[in-house]
């Protein structure tokens, strides 16, 4: 699936969980279960609780998704 086909939603990190896996409360009410992208692995860019992220998310399984980008 390419980028362009992912659904992009905005949010704040709630809780960090084991793993790397991050819970994130959208701005529609939804929570999701999101991991770093591999850019932002490579890249070395921290996320904390309380940051504001963009996540990109699959229409087939809307509980997991990618944290792409962080939010200023």
Do not use: F
Request: aromatic fraction near 2%; charged fraction near 30%.
């Amino acid at each position: 699936m390419s980028r362009d086909d992912l659904i992009r939603l905005e949010g704040v990190v709630t809780k960090m969980l084991g793993g790397g896996t991050m819970e994130i409360a959208c701005d529609e009410g939804l929570k999701i279960k999101g991991v770093l992208s591999g850019r932002m692995k490579k890249n070395k860019i921290k996320v904390i609780i309380g940051d504001r992220v963009q996540i990109s998310v699959s229409p087939y399984d809307t509980a997991h998704g990618l944290i792409t980008y962080r939010l200023k």
